[in-house]
């Protein structure tokens, strides 16, 4: 069993790289480039050292190979390094999110997941998530705020 902890401070880098990388993978290609051009790897690095405290990391201290962020009821960001795809890592952060909701008492989790991002949809489905419908994710840009229609996503952890 993969262990999934707290993410520490010592590792917001190889996190931001990780976060970054699958970025680009999943969304580059379908998100606006006013969007993309925001996403750097140092804005990444600064997003995590914000909510490290929500963030919990998969594999070894300085070399993990995914992490999420529970942000309240929301599964804020949900990331797996391409090379660890397809070995039980997704799965054991999606078991460890529905446990830290379970002991924070909340009753629905929900998620955001870019139009067109299929492969990410197919997971949360395979993992319990049923697509709510359509919603209006606010996004921080360069340019100002940008309003992104997602699909929502639920769950009863």
């Not at 590792?11 to 993978?25: F, I, K, S």
């Not at 290609?29 to 006013?34: Q, S």
């Not at 750097?40 to 914000?50: G, H, I, K």
């Not at 489905?125 to 994710?137: F, N």
Request: glycine letters at 8%.
């Amino acid at each position: 069993m993969l262990d999934v902890r707290q993410a520490e401070l010592s590792e917001v880098e190889a996190l931001a790289r990780l976060w970054y990388d699958g970025w680009q993978d999943a969304h580059a290609a379908i998100l606006p480039a006013a969007v993309a051009r925001t996403r750097t790897l140092q804005s990444f690095a600064d997003r995590l050292r914000v909510a490290l405290d929500d963030t919990r990391s998969a594999g070894p201290v300085g070399a993990p190979v995914g992490f999420y962020i529970l942000k309240g009821d929301e599964l804020y960001q949900f990331f797996v390094a391409a090379a660890a795809r397809g070995r039980g890592v997704a799965q054991a952060l999606m078991a460890d999110a529905d446990a830290q909701a379970r002991r924070a008492g909340i009753g629905k989790l929900w998620l955001t997941c870019a139009i067109g991002n299929d492969r990410a949809a197919r997971f949360y489905e395979k993992c319990g998530w049923y697509r709510a419908g359509l919603m209006i994710s606010r996004l921080d840009t360069l340019d100002g705020p940008f309003d992104l229609e997602v699909w929502r996503y639920e769950k009863i952890p």
